[in-house]
């Protein structure tokens, strides 16, 4: 039900936009993240928003660089990642779980019952 794309090859300090299309959810009900899990390390939260959009969060080490957004007509959440660094190499995960209000964000990531496949973002030094 969450298809992430986006990912790829990129030289340190270009960009990338993934995003993560959802099907079968209502979206408005969902907070989303996105998870990464890069090598040799524990997977980590990276981004978070909330149903209605109006509520981000990021992790210290993105902040200022992603952008997490959604667009509830078309289903989709993105992140967009500008002056990615060779650290931010990982897979990158889609996340949604249903909230009781629109406007929290949910950062746990035992919470969170939807994942997406993952993609892969290789930034080079």
């Known amino acids: 039900q969450l298809q992430a794309s986006g990912g790829g090859l990129v030289q340190a300090g270009g960009s990338l936009r993934l995003s993560c299309a959802a099907s079968?959810?209502?979206?408005?009900?969902?907070?989303f993240g996105w998870f990464r899990r890069a090598p040799g390390k524990e997977r980590e939260g990276v981004s978070w928003?909330?149903?209605?959009?109006?509520?981000?969060h990021d992790v210290d080490s993105v902040r200022g660089r992603f952008t997490i957004s959604r667009d509830n007509d078309l289903n989709t959440v993105r992140l967009q990642m500008n002056d990615l660094k060779p650290e931010d190499t990982a897979v990158y995960f889609c996340?949604?779980?249903?909230?009781?209000?629109?406007?929290?964000?949910?950062?746990?990531?035992?919470?969170?019952?939807?994942w997406g496949q993952g993609t892969l973002v290789t930034v080079s030094s």
């Open positions: 996340v949604a779980v249903k909230t009781d209000v629109n406007i929290v964000i949910v950062t746990r990531e035992s919470l969170y019952d939807y």
């Open positions: 079968g959810l209502r979206m408005g009900d969902y907070a």
């Open positions: 928003i909330s149903g209605n959009g109006r509520t981000t």
